[in-house]
């Protein structure tokens, strides 16, 4: 069984930085799989932030990234570094898997999803 579990969340000022962290866990170990981070504000549909596929060579940011943000990857983790976070950053933040190589920028392409962690920006 698939499962992924973020890390990292919480509230921080404008200008300050957070690191959300994805362990997954349950594939084989020849299981090729893309991460990436998706996340939803209240009353918004759920947007794509990053997404990273399994070599690292392919990263696909959303437009509002605009070199804030930078997600990674080491062993069975999907990290997402957010950097000069603005207050219409607060959001609850979704990681997410889909085994195969390409990089999706909809929630569609995606598999399997965690259950969110909260980033909070105040001004």
């Known amino acids: 069984q698939v499962r992924l579990a973020e890390s990292g969340g919480g509230l921080v000022q404008a200008g300050g930085s957070l690191r959300l962290s994805c362990e997954v866990s349950?594939?084989?170990?020849?299981?090729?799989?893309?991460g990436a981070w998706f996340r939803q504000a209240p009353g918004k549909e759920r947007e794509f932030v990053s997404g990273?596929?399994?070599?690292?060579?392919i990263i696909l940011d959303g437009d509002f990234v605009k070199g804030r943000f930078l997600i990674s990857r080491e062993k069975s983790t999907v990290n997402l570094q957010m950097n000069s976070l603005i207050p219409e950053d607060t959001a609850l933040y979704y990681c997410?898997?889909?085994?195969?190589?390409?990089?999706?920028?909809?929630?569609?392409?995606?598999?399997?999803w965690g259950q969110g962690t909260q980033v909070t920006v105040s001004s």
């Open positions: 990273i596929n399994w070599g690292g060579r």
């Open positions: 997410a898997v889909s085994p195969g190589y390409g990089v999706g920028r909809t929630p569609g392409f995606y598999e399997y």
């Open positions: 349950g594939f084989t170990d020849n299981t090729y799989y893309t």
